[in-house]
């Protein structure tokens, strides 16, 4: 995977030079503030991504303890004066646990005081994903790929071929598309990372909070939606996403206020955390019911795109339509049997 660009509009971009601003004599770059006095020695790192892919790194030792609120803030100015500029930060607290941050569409030069934090959201099989707060104050989630997985390139080209689709057929916007992507150095090799706009529960978390049956009034607009996002991935993506199923449909936030709610209670009381070994293990955020929001097909990690018929075995067990149990060859319609089939299931245990 290329680590000179993202997922913008129209496809791939290149990284614009990032260059540390020194400012006067006896001023650091950057300095950390512990709201807390405690004792215990942490590193923090931070990592800024160049135009020619090099990391130049800026260490400083700090004091951090588990459980007590931080900020980081730094200055950073852009070279060039045309185009945008792309900031990767990496904030390692100990334990080989690093998190990333990265701001981007940074137009013409710029300098300003940039406050960043760190909110920690939920584990997911292939990797982790955590929501940030941008120099540009925009929330974004970031998902990132164990080193190595199967998914994380199959991911990063379907999604980099769904950005670069110019369309206002209306299902568009009921596909999580990326908003920007970026390798992070790990002790066993790069990490894929995707960008994302944040979206809220799956239906998956729904089910669960409410016992098994899903309230009646996420049902219809949940099937509408997902019919429009899938002739958009059918008709004109020419995607199959194979993987159909309640964790990978997902509600957007509907009431952008509630992630605000989220950093302000991760300051006031931080995500409890155990130490296994070399890694740090975080309970997950929860967040309220939501009262609604539109249903956004995700998670292309097996998806596949072009002109059909395709051969080989995917789908869930659960929802896994004839072709696959038969071994012969498939398209975009065992997207529409399993949609069914979840359809049908989420029909029955609201009933």
Not at 42 to 59: C, E, I, K, M, Q
Not at 304 to 312: H, N, S, Y
Not at 323 to 330: T, Y
Request: charged content about 20%; proline content about 5%.
């Amino acid at each position: 995977m290329p680590n000179d660009g993202g997922f913008e509009s129209g496809g791939m971009s290149s990284w614009v030079p990032t260059q540390f601003d020194t400012g006067p004599a006896g001023n650091a770059d950057i300095s950390v503030t512990n709201e807390k006095a405690h004792s215990g020695d942490y590193s923090l790192r931070l990592d800024f991504n160049n135009l020619a892919g090099a990391y130049a790194r800026w260490v400083q030792d700090v004091k951090l303890v588990p459980g007590a609120s931080y900020q980081v803030s730094f200055w950073w100015y852009s070279a060039n004066n045309v185009g945008t500029t792309a900031l990767i930060v990496g904030i390692d607290v100990g334990g080989g646990s690093t998190y990333v941050l990265r701001n981007t569409n940074v137009a013409g030069v710029s300098k300003e005081w940039v406050h960043q934090t760190v909110n920690f959201v939920a584990p997911v099989s292939v990797g982790q994903v955590f929501i940030t707060l941008s120099g540009k104050h925009k929330y974004v989630t970031v998902k990132i790929y164990e080193t190595g997985h199967r998914q994380s390139l199959n991911e990063f080209k379907v999604l980099e071929h769904l950005g670069a689709i110019t369309s206002d057929h209306r299902g568009r916007r009921l596909v999580r598309l990326a908003l920007g992507s970026f390798e992070q150095p790990g002790n066993k090799g790069p990490h894929v990372c995707i960008v994302h706009e944040p979206l809220g529960l799956s239906l998956a978390n729904i089910r669960q909070m409410v016992g098994g049956k899903l309230p009646g009034f996420y049902l219809k607009p949940m099937v509408y939606g997902m019919l429009f996002g899938l002739d958009f991935l059918h008709s004109v993506a020419h995607v199959v996403h194979t993987d159909l199923q309640e964790g990978n449909v997902m509600l957007s936030i509907k009431d952008p206020t509630m992630l605000d709610k989220a950093v302000e209670e991760e300051w006031s009381s931080p995500t409890p955390y155990k130490v296994c070994g070399h890694n740090q293990l975080y309970f997950s955020a929860e967040f309220e019911l939501p009262d609604g929001g539109n249903p956004i097909i995700s998670d292309f990690g097996d998806a596949q795109f072009g002109e059909p018929p395709f051969r080989g075995e995917v789908m869930p067990d659960l929802y896994r339509a004839p072709e696959i149990v038969l071994g012969i060859a498939w398209d975009e319609k065992i997207d529409i049997w399993s949609f069914g089939l979840m359809s049908q299931a989420l029909r029955i245990l609201l009933e």
